[in-house]
C-alpha cells in the first residue's frame, strides 16, 4: 500500500503501542505485531497480506475460512480438555494441540 510516511494509518500501523500492560521482560509490541501474530492464528500468508487485502472479495473469503477454522480448532481444544477434566480420558494437553 503507498502512502506517506507522516500519514496517519502509517503511523498508527508500523509505529509503537504505548499504552496497555505488557509481559515482564519482553519487549512492548507494534501494533503490526499483533497483525502478525492474528494472520498466523488464521493461517494466512504474512509476507503478502496487504496484496490479498486490496481485492475485498478475496480477503473477505480468506478472513472468514480463517476465522472458521481458528472457531472450529478451539472449540475441538475446548472439548478435549473438558473430556480431560472429566475424567473420560486420562492424558494431558500440550501446547502443540493448539
Known sequence: VLTYDTSLPKCLFYGELNSGKRQQHKPRKRYKDFVKEN???????????ENDSLNQNKWRGAVRTGCNAWEEKMI???????????????????????
Open 39 to 49: 494472520l498466523k492464528k488464521l493461517n494466512m500468508n504474512k509476507s503478502d497480506w
Open 76 to 98: 475441538h481444544h475446548s472439548e478435549l480438555k473438558r473430556t480431560c477434566r472429566k475424567g473420560t480420558i486420562r492424558t494431558l494437553i500440550h501446547s502443540e494441540h493448539w
